[in-house]
């Protein structure tokens, strides 16, 4: 066999660069993923979920209550547009506009008057409502409507929903105050969005200032953040917020105790400072628990991470956590497309459809088969029904 492929040099260079392409290309490719607190979904060319991670509350929506170190695919064959993963329960958007939830529902976080726990996707009660965006936090859920209308639902201690009380909700409901919104992000215990006219607005717990409107008193309805007026994107920590402008600069506000704002002193801002890469070349930022990064442009797009790095959520060979105004690159030079940080682990798609995460592993959630944490980002592989 060797004699006579060597005589065909051509003919094996190209069949060993076919088999180079076709590893590098995932069988399932990926549009996006989200980051939750210790499990990871992702929706597939197509629609199709998978999630992957712990799986104790059912948040992976595998229907066989196993926490799975690969991605497993999500029961119902639902097509989703939105996915996103909180605490201990997932929530998506379908191709037709309708919400799901699955996991824990402690307080009506799945938007249903379901048990506790459910481990398959559940409709939210809406009323008929139709969304396009999602985002699950710590204990609430708030979604875009068609019409530009954020609705939220769940746990509403500190205003969390934006309905101008404090009562938990099982179903869907409008956050008061008339605002469009372009998109909206649920974080720990608050909540924000952004306008079309570039105004950002949070609700809900600011002990931290994480609702940017230069104080510490929590909001049950929204309030505008100060002093930057272009936002087109902003994104809930645990106790910080972080927005991007159109020019390309980031701002963040709230509790810096981990140097989570990229730009502050340890202390905190009530007001948005800017910090993390030069502005003019951000793409996208997203703030986890402890911890922000953001996806830059350049000759490839390059990731870049500031706060805690006790596990290794910055994704650099190390764990030592960023200076105060210094953001770290990601180990690697991965071209991202996509990005999101969860509560301590951050992951990201590539232009191709792989997925690589890093951080905390402790069950599974960075997707490589594995429970070690890793000083590096790891490829999420391929899906595999006999996984565990």
Not at 31 to 50: D, E, F, K, P, W
Not at 107 to 117: D, V
Not at 192 to 212: D, E, I, R, S
Not at 219 to 236: C, Y
Request: aromatic share 8%; glycine share 16%.
């Amino acid at each position: 066999m060797t004699a006579s492929l060597a005589k065909w040099p051509g003919v094996l260079l190209a069949l060993l660069a076919v088999a180079a392409h076709d590893a590098a290309r995932p069988k399932v490719a990926f549009q996006s993923v989200s980051a939750g607190a210790s499990h990871t979904c992702g929706i597939a060319t197509g629609g199709l979920a998978y999630c992957w991670g712990d799986n104790t509350a059912g948040e992976l929506g595998t229907g066989d209550g196993r926490s799975h170190r690969r991605p497993a695919a999500v029961t119902g064959h639902l097509a989703f547009v939105s996915l996103s993963a909180g605490d201990g329960f997932t929530c998506g958007i379908t191709d037709a506009g309708l919400a799901y939830c699955w996991g824990r529902n402690t307080y009506g976080q799945l938007g249903s008057f379901a048990p506790l726990r459910t481990e398959v996707p559940i409709p939210v009660v809406a009323g008929g409502v139709a969304f396009v965006q999602i985002s699950a936090g710590h204990g609430h859920t708030c979604a875009l409507s068609t019409q530009r209308v954020a609705y939220c639902w769940g746990g509403n201690d500190d205003g969390d929903l934006g309905t101008g009380d404090t009562a938990h909700s099982q179903q869907a409901r409008p956050v008061v105050g008339g605002v469009s919104f372009l998109a909206v992000s649920a974080g720990w215990s608050h909540t924000c969005g952004v306008t079309p006219g570039g105004t950002a607005y949070c609700w809900g717990a600011n002990g931290a200032g994480q609702l940017g409107n230069g104080t510490r008193t929590s909001s049950r309805i929204p309030v505008a953040v100060v002093h930057v007026t272009d936002f087109i994107f902003v994104s809930a920590g645990a106790r910080h917020t972080c927005g991007l402008t159109a020019p390309g600069a980031v701002y963040c506000w709230g509790d810096d105790f981990t140097h989570q704002l990229g730009g502050g002193n340890g202390v905190g801002s009530l007001v948005p400072v800017e910090g993390g890469p030069p502005p003019r070349r951000v793409a996208a930022v997203t703030a986890g628990g402890f911890h922000t990064c953001t996806l830059t442009r350049e000759t490839i797009y390059r990731v870049t991470c500031w706060g805690l790095n006790q596990e290794s959520q910055l994704g650099v060979p190390d764990t030592l956590p960023s200076a105060t105004v210094t953001s770290r690159t990601v180990f690697g030079g991965i071209p991202f497309v996509q990005l999101d940080a969860g509560d301590a682990h951050t992951c990201g798609t590539t232009d191709d459809g792989a997925v690589y995460c890093w951080g905390r592993n402790d069950d599974g959630e960075l997707g490589d088969g594995t429970t070690h944490p890793p000083l590096r980002p790891v490829r999420v592989i391929e899906p595999d029904s006999t996984s565990d």
